[in-house]
Nanobody, 121 residues
């Protein structure tokens, strides 16, 4: 019914850049917040960046000044521009969205399948 599909991960050298995309599709009436989380091996999943429906962003301290989150509400898509990548940014990155479906008053939480980002020389 509702799917979040990420793309844009890969292998990059330290100091390099990547842009992640996440497109939401299905029976979606409205999306509230959209977020990017990451999970590194042996660590808990952590919030990287979040953006409201009005495009107000927040960032984890570890990525401030390097990552930029943005969204296109017409396309139900959220982006994460990652610059000056460091080896400690290596993780699986997950897209997340809080949304309302058509014909329902329930507030739903959906996750994407994840995309691997590896920063290594």
């Amino acid at each position: 019914q509702v799917q979040l599909v990420e793309s844009g991960g890969g292998l990059v050298q330290p100091g390099g850049s990547l842009r992640l995309s996440c497109a939401a599709s299905g029976s979606i009436r409205s999306i509230n917040t959209m977020d990017w989380y990451r999970e590194a091996p042996g660590k808990e999943r952590e919030l990287v960046a979040s953006i409201t429906s009005g495009s107000s962003p927040t960032y984890a301290d570890s990525v401030k000044g390097r990552f930029t989150i943005s969204r296109d509400n017409a396309k139900n898509t959220v982006y994460l521009q990652m610059n000056n990548l460091k080896p400690e940014d290596t993780a699986v990155y997950y897209c997340h969205a809080n949304l309302w479906k058509y014909y329902s008053s329930t507030y739903y939480s959906y996750w994407g399948q994840g995309t691997q980002v590896t920063v290594s020389s």
